[in-house]
Nanobody, 122 residues
Framework: QEKVVESGGGLVQPGGSLKLSCEGS????????MGWFRQSPGKEREFVAT????????YYADSVKGRFTISRDNAKSTVYLQMNSLKPEDTAVYYC???????????????WGNGTLVTVSS
């Protein structure tokens, strides 16, 4: 089963925090790189963060460094994205990405979730 399911999106005020979750399946999560991407209205999908299968290595887009943290719980087949100090420009549909590979700090995934909307607005 190729399961990649995001949750946790919603409306948050600027400066606030939100934590996204993504649950995978045996095929999509185990021993695989996991990551997050986002797509804002009128823009192309962009890389946000990725984490190695052991969780010891992670990479971030410059736009989120120091504000977002990616982590994973292999026992729960779940990857998280903790987002702090949110800005209106962080508003986007956030997609979980699974498997694939990392090249020069960028994740090239094999599987995608359907996305969860994050809106940062007062």
């Amino acid at each position: 089963q190729e399961k990649v399911v995001e949750s946790g999106g919603g409306l948050v005020q600027p400066g606030g925090s939100l934590k996204l979750s993504c649950e995978g399946s045996e095929r999509t999560f185990r021993n695989n790189v996991m990551g997050w991407f986002r797509q804002s209205p009128g823009k192309e999908r962009e890389f946000v963060a990725t984490i190695s299968m052991t969780g010891t290595t992670s990479y971030y887009a410059d736009s989120v460094k120091g504000r977002f943290t990616i982590s994973r719980d292999n026992a729960k087949s779940t990857v998280y994205l903790q987002m702090n100090s949110l800005k209106p420009e962080d508003t986007a549909v956030y997609y979980c990405a699974a498997d694939g590979y990392i090249n020069n700090g960028i994740h090239y995934p094999r599987y995608w979730g359907n996305g969860t909307l994050v809106t940062v607005s007062s």
